[in-house]
T-cell receptor, first 114, second 114 residues
Framework: KAGVTQTPRYLIKTRGQQVTLSCSPI?????VSWYQQTPGQGLQFLFE???????NKGNFPGRFSGRQFSNSRSEMNVSTLELGDSALYLC?????????????FGPGTRLTVT | AQSVTQPDIHITVSEGASLELRCNYS??????LFWYVQSPGQGLQLLLK??????LVQGIKGFEAEFKRSQSSFNLRKPSVHWSDAAEYFC????????????FGKGTKLSVKP
């Protein structure tokens, strides 16, 4: 099976702009989670989508939003970018099987805000 | 609150030596525990997981981990380290079921001396 794919891999944006990141999960996986990774805060959970519904949300401002499509692909959007939003954004997919619950990560999108 | 502590920020071992990376967790219910590895510029790769049953779990690349409920620990071990094991290692705890997010430790960076 193909793994989790994320596009683009690298992005440079200016403060105040908005950005959309895309994630395609492993075929058959219906859950997609997003994480932000920074040197200072480490890996932090943003939100999870399952069957097009947001199921869980981390402690991030409303500028961070996401959605999931019927084919399980997901996008996350960050509006009004701030310098502190510079990070590696990781997407993870899961089958959400109650017995074997594990998440598989994509390579990430490196966002730099200048 | 749920949390994961990895006490060692950076560890250096000689190639061929044994390795143990420490992980302590705080979680109210029975935890789902994971170890992930991240090479520079890459996403996270799942090394192993513990859900229930045998407290010693085997993973990929010759890694194993032992769950000790009394110590709230889930330490990662490898009997003989290879230069290619140099990377950052993350311990994570998740609730499984309806919980779609993982809580990660800050990571331990492993360097391998030739």
């Amino acid at each position: 099976k193909a793994g989790v794919t994320q596009t683009p891999r690298y992005l440079i944006k200016t403060r105040g702009q908005q950005v959309t990141l895309s994630c395609s999960p492993i075929s058959g996986h219906r859950s997609v989670s997003w994480y932000q990774q920074t040197p200072g805060q480490g890996l932090q959970f943003l939100f999870e989508y399952f069957s097009e519904t947001q199921r869980n949300k981390g402690n991030f401002p409303g500028r961070f939003s996401g959605r999931q499509f019927s084919n399980s692909r997901s996008e996350m959007n960050v509006s009004t970018l701030e310098l502190g939003d510079s990070a590696l954004y990781l997407c993870a997919s899961s089958s959400r099987d109650r017995v074997t619950y594990e998440q598989y990560f994509g390579p990430g999108t490196r966002l730099t805000v200048t | 609150a749920q949390s994961v502590t990895q006490p060692d920020i950076h560890i250096t071992v000689s190639e061929g030596a044994s390795l143990e990376l420490r992980c302590n967790y705080s979680y109210g219910a029975t935890p789902y525990l994971f170890w992930y590895v991240q090479s520079p510029g890459q996403g996270l790769q799942l090394l192993l997981k513990y859900f229930s049953g045998d407290t010693l779990v085997q993973g990929i690349k010759g890694f194993e981990a032992e769950f000790k409920r009394s110590q709230s620990s889930f330490n990662l071990r490898k009997p003989s380290v290879h230069w290619s094991d140099a990377a950052e290692y993350f311990c994570a705890v998740g609730g499984g079921g309806s919980q779609g997010n993982l809580i990660f430790g800050k990571g331990t960076k492993l360097s391998v001396k030739p």
